[in-house]
């Protein structure tokens, strides 16, 4: 059952600390997305790898976030130092680029900086 | 830019009727993509049902349809013979064609269904 791994699926931290979310994509997908969703903004664009490379991550505070993709099993998603307007549901997404349109979806990070 | 447009935050609907959630979107776009993904409580976010633009013809999927009204931009989901397991919080989505694309969806703010006993 191929599905989207992400971990933790909870995280609670304190202000300043650095906190890092971990996805393990679809073998065989070369498309990775971060998602946050917060109640105020719903779902947005954070960041996304095409073949491991970053090709937008605009969405993204570019002082304190930071994601990357070591290899093509695992992509991270680092915040440092988190604050409370940190706290959000994390999403990570794979898709499969050849001609296929559905984006996967893990589970989610929730995230709580406090 | 893309907008997408949820306007009922909220609905509820009796177990084993017919509910229809509405959802506009606005693009310069010719060609694209619009879904509508289920989120229920685990967080999981599903795919319901996908439409191309270029198809003229609404998507099905057993107990869910769309109305695709490419003129007037609007994108509605008709849920039929509502089941308790309907019962999440439902996205619109939006994305452009193209392979650079591919996956890069722009949400709406999603209404919350809530089916009854």
């Known amino acids: 059952d191929a599905r989207v791994t992400q971990t933790p699926r909870h995280k609670v931290t304190e202000m300043g600390q650095e906190v890092t979310m971990r996805c393990q994509p679809i073998?065989?997908?070369?498309?990775v997305f971060w998602y946050r969703q917060t109640m105020m903004q719903g779902l947005e664009l954070l960041a996304y790898?095409?073949?491991?490379?970053?090709l937008d991550d605009s969405g993204m505070p570019k002082d304190r976030f930071s994601a990357e993709m070591p290899d093509a099993t695992l992509a991270t998603l680092k915040i440092q130092p988190s604050e409370p307007r940190d706290s959000a549901v994390y999403f990570c997404?794979?898709?499969w680029g050849q001609g296929r349109t559905e984006a996967f979806f893990g589970q989610g990070t929730r995230l709580t900086v406090v | 830019a893309q907008t997408v447009t949820q306007s009922q935050p909220e609905m509820s609907v009796q177990e084993a009727e017919t509910v229809t959630l509405s959802c506009t979107y606005d693009?310069?776009?010719?060609?694209?993509?619009l879904f509508w993904y289920k989120q229920p409580p685990s967080r999981q976010m599903i795919l319901v049902i996908r439409?191309?633009?270029?198809?003229?013809q609404n998507a099905t999927e057993n107990r869910f349809s769309v109305n695709f009204q490419k003129a007037a931009k609007s994108f509605s989901l008709k849920i039929s013979d509502s089941q308790l397991g309907d019962t999440a919080m439902y996205f619109c989505?939006?994305?452009?064609?193209?392979?650079?694309?591919?996956?890069?969806?722009?949400f709406g703010q999603g209404t919350t269904l809530q089916v009854k006993p």
């Open positions: 997404a794979s898709v």
């Open positions: 790898f095409r073949n491991r490379a970053p």
């Open positions: 073998l065989g997908h070369n498309t």
């Open positions: 439409q191309e633009a270029y198809k003229q």
């Open positions: 693009t310069s776009e010719s060609n694209y993509y």
């Open positions: 989505a939006f994305m452009k064609l193209g392979s650079s694309n591919t996956g890069k969806l722009i």
